[in-house]
């Protein structure tokens, strides 16, 4: 039977099919998702890990101890699990393991455009790369059967475009697997230097038979493709959703081959397909691996030389490169205002950011919903780097300009505090640092869409369980001044963070109020202006909330927009804001 599936959820459906007992992962758009559909299957044991890192070592666990396991993340997020799996990949598993990361060509929701393909050669791990939501459920499926086969975790990567668009999938019954016997080896499963030595030899004959096997029967299973048009001048390499882009830009002018396995790469299936066409393009999206694998060959190839490392292809781009012309598509004739992206209505990161703004701080931002408030007309980050960086990063600025302490502060939400932001703490008490750390706690991880975290006391099965006591935590590492501010009251939250400012040690406030959007938070009504009091001061615009705007010189709310959070009505001196 075919479904519509989005790309993620034929993931999901895969690990169903596939058998898979564990799933442990860390939200991040573009592969959130996957973990979440997963959850919905009784027969999968699903769960939200405080980190990548943890996530990827949870899977390894359960892959020693013999059942099919699985972790995703995004691309950043691999960065982090990058530990384990390197040795991962030494040890080997026992049942199947599957790690999924899914790139964000283009940078929709993320800080960097790193082509994770890079790690699969790195910890030469297979990697496969479906192009569409049925290829999704069939490679994860297959994914298994490799895993268990060559004795290895295996990668699949998706992007963006991939992950979140729907196409038909064939699914089809579940395969109940049972659990592996676990044999005790520590010479497989030890990873110190004598042990690892030897294992590093069955790295590299696994790689070496993997080889065979995509010049082979990777054909034979469909993961990689040849597709031969008759009278065709130009051949394409290509893989993901650059194969759809392709096809469908340039047709039969071209014929194709299609990697589906992008680690490791075919060497004579490339070989002997370039040799039937004038023309060799290898088009990827983000960097040159294919194309430097085929010139490494000899394959004369064209690829970066008219195709972008930036970014995201189109079918327009494709033909326009290679064919010299331009794609038709359909297209509307209106003029789409931009829409820049804005912290919600009723947010309570606006009131904190404002009342930081006021005290002309320096701060040292992280990875959240609250990254929003380096926009204007807030303005408020000064820098971000990455999850949990904003603790420690300052720590840094501090010890390099001390005379500047007393005005910095890091930003941090509860989610990303657990990722890795204790670990910053920590460091920033050991090392007597008088680091103001502020953890926006909104009760959620709410940039990738509302999934719960170690400290909100729900699993992701929906299940009550032991929530992390952020005030605890604090105090546990070494840090002896611990305030507690709800960011709607501006005058509450302006004498914690003062407070903060002027103590001699490291100290952390925590703003606390649940995010607005939340189904279980109750709203005051939508408030309105008086006109007749409203003195057209713009001073409520300062805090940029998208229910207000200015209307005939005067303000105005959008009642379908306003929860009634005040936090206008406190920054107005002439009473113009209502119940």
Partial sequence: MKKLL???????????????????????????????EAAKYDEIKAEWAPNEKVACEVAAGAAIAGARSFCAMKHVGMNVAADPMFTASYTGVNGGMVIFVADDPGMHSSQNEQDSRHY??????MMLEPADSDECLKF?????????????????????????????AEIGDREEVKLREYVKKPGKNVMMPAMARGRHVVVEERVLAQKIYVETEALVDGINKIEKNDGAKIGVICN??????AKEALGEKASYVKLGCTYPLPEKLLIDFAKDYEKVYVIEELDDVVEAHCKALGIKVIGKEIFSLLGEYSQATIRKAVLGEEFESLSADVNVPARPPVLCAGCPHRGLYYVL????????????????????????LDTCICMGASISSLHGKNKADPASQSKNVAVIGDSTFIHSGINSLINVAYNQSNTVSIILDNSITGMTGHQQNPSTGITLKGDATAAVSLEKVCEAVGINKVLVCDPNDLVATEKAIREALEYDGSSVVISR???????????????????????????????????????????????????????????????????
């Fill in 6 to 36: 989005l790309g993620n959820e034929a993931v999901a459906r895969g690990l169903y099919e596939a058998g898979v007992t564990v799933v442990s992962s860390y939200p991040g758009t573009p592969s959130t998702e996957v973990t979440e």
């Fill in 120 to 125: 699969a050669k790195a910890a030469k791990l």
């Fill in 140 to 168: 994860t499926k297959l994914a298994y059967e490799l895993s268990e086969r060559f004795d290895t975790p295996v990668i699949i990567r998706s992007t963006t475009r991939v992950a979140h668009s729907r196409s038909l």
């Fill in 240 to 245: 993901g959703i650059s194969y759809l882009y």
């Fill in 357 to 380: 703004k006021k005290l002309n701080v320096f701060v040292s931002g992280d990875i959240g919903c609250y990254t929003l408030g380096a926009l204007k007309p807030l303005g408020m």
């Fill in 513 to 579: 109020r649940p995010c607005a959007l939340l189904k279980t938070v109750k709203h005051n009504g939508a408030r309105k202006v008086n006109a007749e009091k409203c003195r057209s001061c713009k001073m409520c615009m300062k805090i940029g909330c998208p229910a207000i705007s200015m209307v005939d010189g005067k303000a105005k709310i959008d009642f379908t927009q306003c929860v009634g959070c005040d936090v206008c009505k406190q920054l107005c001196k002439f009473d113009a804001f209502e119940d």
